[in-house]
């Protein structure tokens, strides 16, 4: 069993094991497990050893899982954090991605955020979401989704619980074999705790990441079998140029040889290294209100007073936050982040120092494909981000329906504020005030 080693992320520790000399590098970002029971399997173990035949594999615990920490409110933008760190600690500035089921959402959201640290990116059984929509024809109802979460809260870890969710989820090739439900009962309950299996369960439920799959331009392999034909097909058409790939046999069962297969052989074929023009990023807007008003009241020179305070606070809380200032402009910002929950706390933040300062400020959130100009950005979503911002109110934070399927997980809670149109940019959106 390869030794354990630990990267931080944010001072948040991830657990994570290299196992092969290869001449590329494979990061293997494995949903709910334990890194210690994953080698006791089998046919786990024979897997990542088949993959390191060729690659150098990085296998790790994402945050909340297994070896690694446990922090409250996961959400998909801090287990990209945890590849970054990763990353980081082997010193591999770029990699291939690979992602099975509910992690393949992290993956694709790394690959779209950092596409200049991704050579390419593998996706097994993906899910956009896990709720059904008018939109979107497959996953659970909301009901039954809430459902599975109390049935979780009380149950997780009992072998009953545990051996009919393999039961559900594997075909009985696999659960049939001696000794699988043991290690399956095991592995779980050395994965998760209950309560952080439910915190997983509820972050899995509400992230929708329809909207992010446009902006992945690294080549992509989609591999399913065939009880997963339609999300798998539904993910692959949204993913520019991606490869898809039909396995046989039902169930979602990775550690086989014709995953390992598929993704070796795709690792062998040329990989097209481009410098990226665009890239998924979340763009803030702040702008002052009443500012023509309250400078009157105040005067120039206590008015110039405040503004460079307010100015102050916002490049403060901007690298607090990670955040990066494209632009200012009179008493606004735009302003630019690689994660939507960053940049509402930022924004909250913002807010709360204008008050203290005797200002209000309004502003508004959105996630997009971002062209990249020089070092700036610009394109259709950093448009949207302004709109947006315009019809906050003073002292409210405003975000798209993308930022809002994005957090979830980070504890922030929205209020609808129903459907607009914005000028220049296509389309109805839904907004949603953070409370």
């Known amino acids: 069993m390869p030794d354990v ?65 446990r922090p409250h409110n996961m959400t998909l933008e801090s287990r990209v954090d945890d590849l970054n760190a ?83 989820l594997f075909h009985p090739e696999i659960t049939e074999e001696e000794g699988f439900l043991d290690w399956f009962v095991k592995e779980r309950r050395l994965a998760a705790s209950p309560a952080a299996a439910v915190e997983f369960a509820r972050m899995a439920a509400a992230t929708d990441i329809t909207a992010v799959l446009g902006s992945i331009r690294v080549s992509t392999l989609v591999l399913h079998r065939q009880s997963d034909r339609d999300t798998a097909r539904y993910v692959a058409a949204r993913i520019p140029h991606a490869t898809i790939v039909e396995l046989g046999g039902e169930g979602v069962w990775l550690y086989a040889e014709d995953v390992a297969d598929a993704v070796l052989s795709f690792l062998r074929g040329e990989a097209v290294p481009s410098v990226p023009d665009s890239v998924l990023a979340t763009v803030l807007f702040t702008d002052l209100v009443g500012s023509t008003q309250r400078a009157a009241e105040l005067g120039d020179r206590d008015w110039r007073d405040v503004l460079e305070r307010h100015h102050a606070q916002v490049r403060s809380e901007l690298g607090r936050y990670r955040g990066t200032e494209v632009d200012s402009a009179g008493d606004g910002f735009f302003c630019r982040f690689d994660g939507p929950a960053r940049a509402i706390a930022c924004a909250r933040r913002i807010v709360e120092g204008a008050n203290e300062l005797g200002i209000e400020v309004r502003a508004g959130i959105h996630t997009g494909e971002c062209e990249l100009v020089g070092e700036k950005i610009a394109g259709i979503a950093v448009v949207t981000g302004s709109r947006i911002s315009s019809f906050a109110a003073s002292g409210e934070v405003l975000v798209s329906s993308t930022v809002k399927d994005l957090v979830a997980g980070s504890g922030f809670s929205f209020v609808d504020r129903g459907e607009h149109d914005l000028k220049g940019v296509p389309g109805t959106w839904r907004l949603f005030a953070v409370a």
Not at 16 to 28: F, K, M, S
Not at 50 to 58: D, G, H, I, K
Not at 136 to 162: F, H, K, N, P, V
């Open 86 to 168: 990763v990353l980081d600690a082997i010193e591999q500035e770029r990699a291939t991605i690979f992602g099975g089921d509910v992690s393949a959402n992290v993956c694709a959201l790394f690959a779209a955020s950092f596409p200049e640290r991704c050579d390419r990116l593998v996706l097994f059984v993906p899910h956009a979401r896990a709720l059904r929509s008018d939109s979107y024809d497959y996953g659970a109802t909301e009901d039954e989704a809430m459902e599975g979460i109390r049935e979780w809260r009380t149950s997780w870890g009992d072998r009953e619980q545990l051996e009919s969710f393999a039961r559900a």
């Open 5 to 69: 080693h630990y990267a931080r992320a944010g001072g948040v520790a991830i657990a994570y094991q290299v196992v092969g000399e290869g001449p590329q590098t494979l990061v293997y970002v494995p949903p709910v497990t334990n890194l210690y029971s994953l080698w006791e399997l089998p046919r786990a173990a024979s897997f990542l050893r088949r993959l390191s035949e060729e690659a150098r594999v990085v296998v790790f615990n994402p945050r909340g899982t297994g070896l690694s920490d």
